[in-house]
T-cell receptor, first 117, second 116 residues
Framework: DQQVKQNSPSLSVQEGRISILNCDYT??????FLWYKKYPAEGPTFLIS?????DKNEDGRFTVFLNKSAKHLSLHIVPSQPGDSAVYFC????????????????FGQGTILTVHP | GAVVSQHPSWVICKSGTSVKIECRSL??????MFWYRQFPKQSLMLMAT?????????EQGVEKDKFLINHASLTLSTLTVTSAHPEDSSFYIC????????????FGNGTRLTVT
C-alpha cells in the first residue's frame, strides 16, 4: 500500500519557468511533510518542510503548499534553474521534528525533474 | 554543518557472505538512526530504527536476523547484511538525528550493494 504517491515520474521545464511537483497521501495521521532532492548514488538532501498546521511554507525559490482536505501537497520552484535537475521525493511523517516519530519517513516514488537551459 | 558519513559507498560481495555498512554522525550525537533501502526506480523504504544502547525496531517484513543493526555509540550505527543473496542487492541509506527537539534529519550518501 503506497501511502505517499508521486504520480508523475518525470517533469521537464524550461529554465526560468516554474516547476510544480505534486504529491498525494492517504494516511490522515501524517502531520509533517518534507521535500528532498536526490542525485544518483547520493543520499537525499533536505529542501523544505511543512507542518500540518500550515498550508504554505516558503524558502527562497522553494514553496510548499499543503491541502489537507485533499491530502495533497506540492512543491513550487521559481525560477527553475538547470542545477535543480534531480529526483525529488516527498516524504511524510507522523509527528513533527519535535516528536519521537520524526525520522520514520514514508517516501513517495520520486519525480525526475529536468530543467533545460 | 552536520554530516552523516556512510561507508563503504559501494560493495560487491559473493552470495552467502556477510557485509557490514557503517553510518557515522561526524559532528553531532545521533541518538536515533534510521536505515532505508531503495530499489531501482522505487521509493526509499524504511527498514529499521536504531536507538543508541537499545535494540533496533524493525519495520514489518524486514528480517531482523538477516539485517543486523548495532548502534553501539552515539556516533555510529552499523547494518550487517548476513548471508547475502542477489535479491539483497540494493541501495542502502542511513539517516540520523540529534538530541534536540528541533534537530533535523540528515542522510548519508548511501551504499550500493551488489551480491553476485
Amino acid at each position: 500500500d503506497q501511502q505517499v504517491k508521486q504520480n508523475s515520474p518525470s517533469l521537464s521545464v524550461q529554465e526560468g519557468r516554474i516547476s510544480i511537483l505534486n504529491c498525494d497521501y492517504t494516511n490522515s495521521m501524517f502531520d509533517y511533510f518534507l521535500w528532498y532532492k536526490k542525485y544518483p548514488a547520493e543520499g537525499p538532501t533536505f529542501l523544505i518542510s511543512i507542518s500540518s498546521i500550515k498550508d504554505k511554507n516558503e524558502d527562497g525559490r522553494f514553496t510548499v503548499f499543503l491541502n489537507k482536505s485533499a491530502k495533497h501537497l506540492s512543491l513550487h520552484i521559481v525560477p527553475s534553474q538547470p542545477g535543480d535537475s534531480a529526483v525529488y521525493f516527498c516524504a511524510a511523517s507522523v509527528g513533527n521534528a519535535g516528536g519521537t516519530s520524526y525520522g520514520k519517513l514514508t517516501f513517495g516514488q520520486g519525480t525526475i525533474l529536468t530543467v533545460h537551459p | 554543518g552536520a554530516v552523516v558519513s556512510q561507508h563503504p559507498s559501494w560493495v560487491i560481495c559473493k552470495s552467502g557472505t556477510s557485509v557490514k555498512i557503517e553510518c557515522r554522525s561526524l559532528d553531532f550525537q545521533a541518538t536515533t538512526m534510521f536505515w532505508y533501502r531503495q530499489f531501482p526506480k522505487q521509493s526509499l523504504m524504511l527498514m529499521a530504527t536504531s536507538n543508541e544502547g537499545s535494540k533496533a525496531t524493525y519495520e514489518q517484513g524486514v528480517e531482523k536476523d538477516k539485517f543486523l543493526i548495532n548502534h553501539a555509540s552515539l556516533t555510529l550505527s552499523t547494518l550487517t547484511v548476513t548471508s547475502a543473496h542477489p535479491e539483497d542487492s540494493s541501495f542502502y541509506i542511513c539517516s540520523a538525528r540529534g538530541r534536540g527537539l528541533d534537530s533535523p534529519l540528515h542522510f548519508g550518501n548511501g551504499t550500493r550493494l551488489t551480491v553476485t
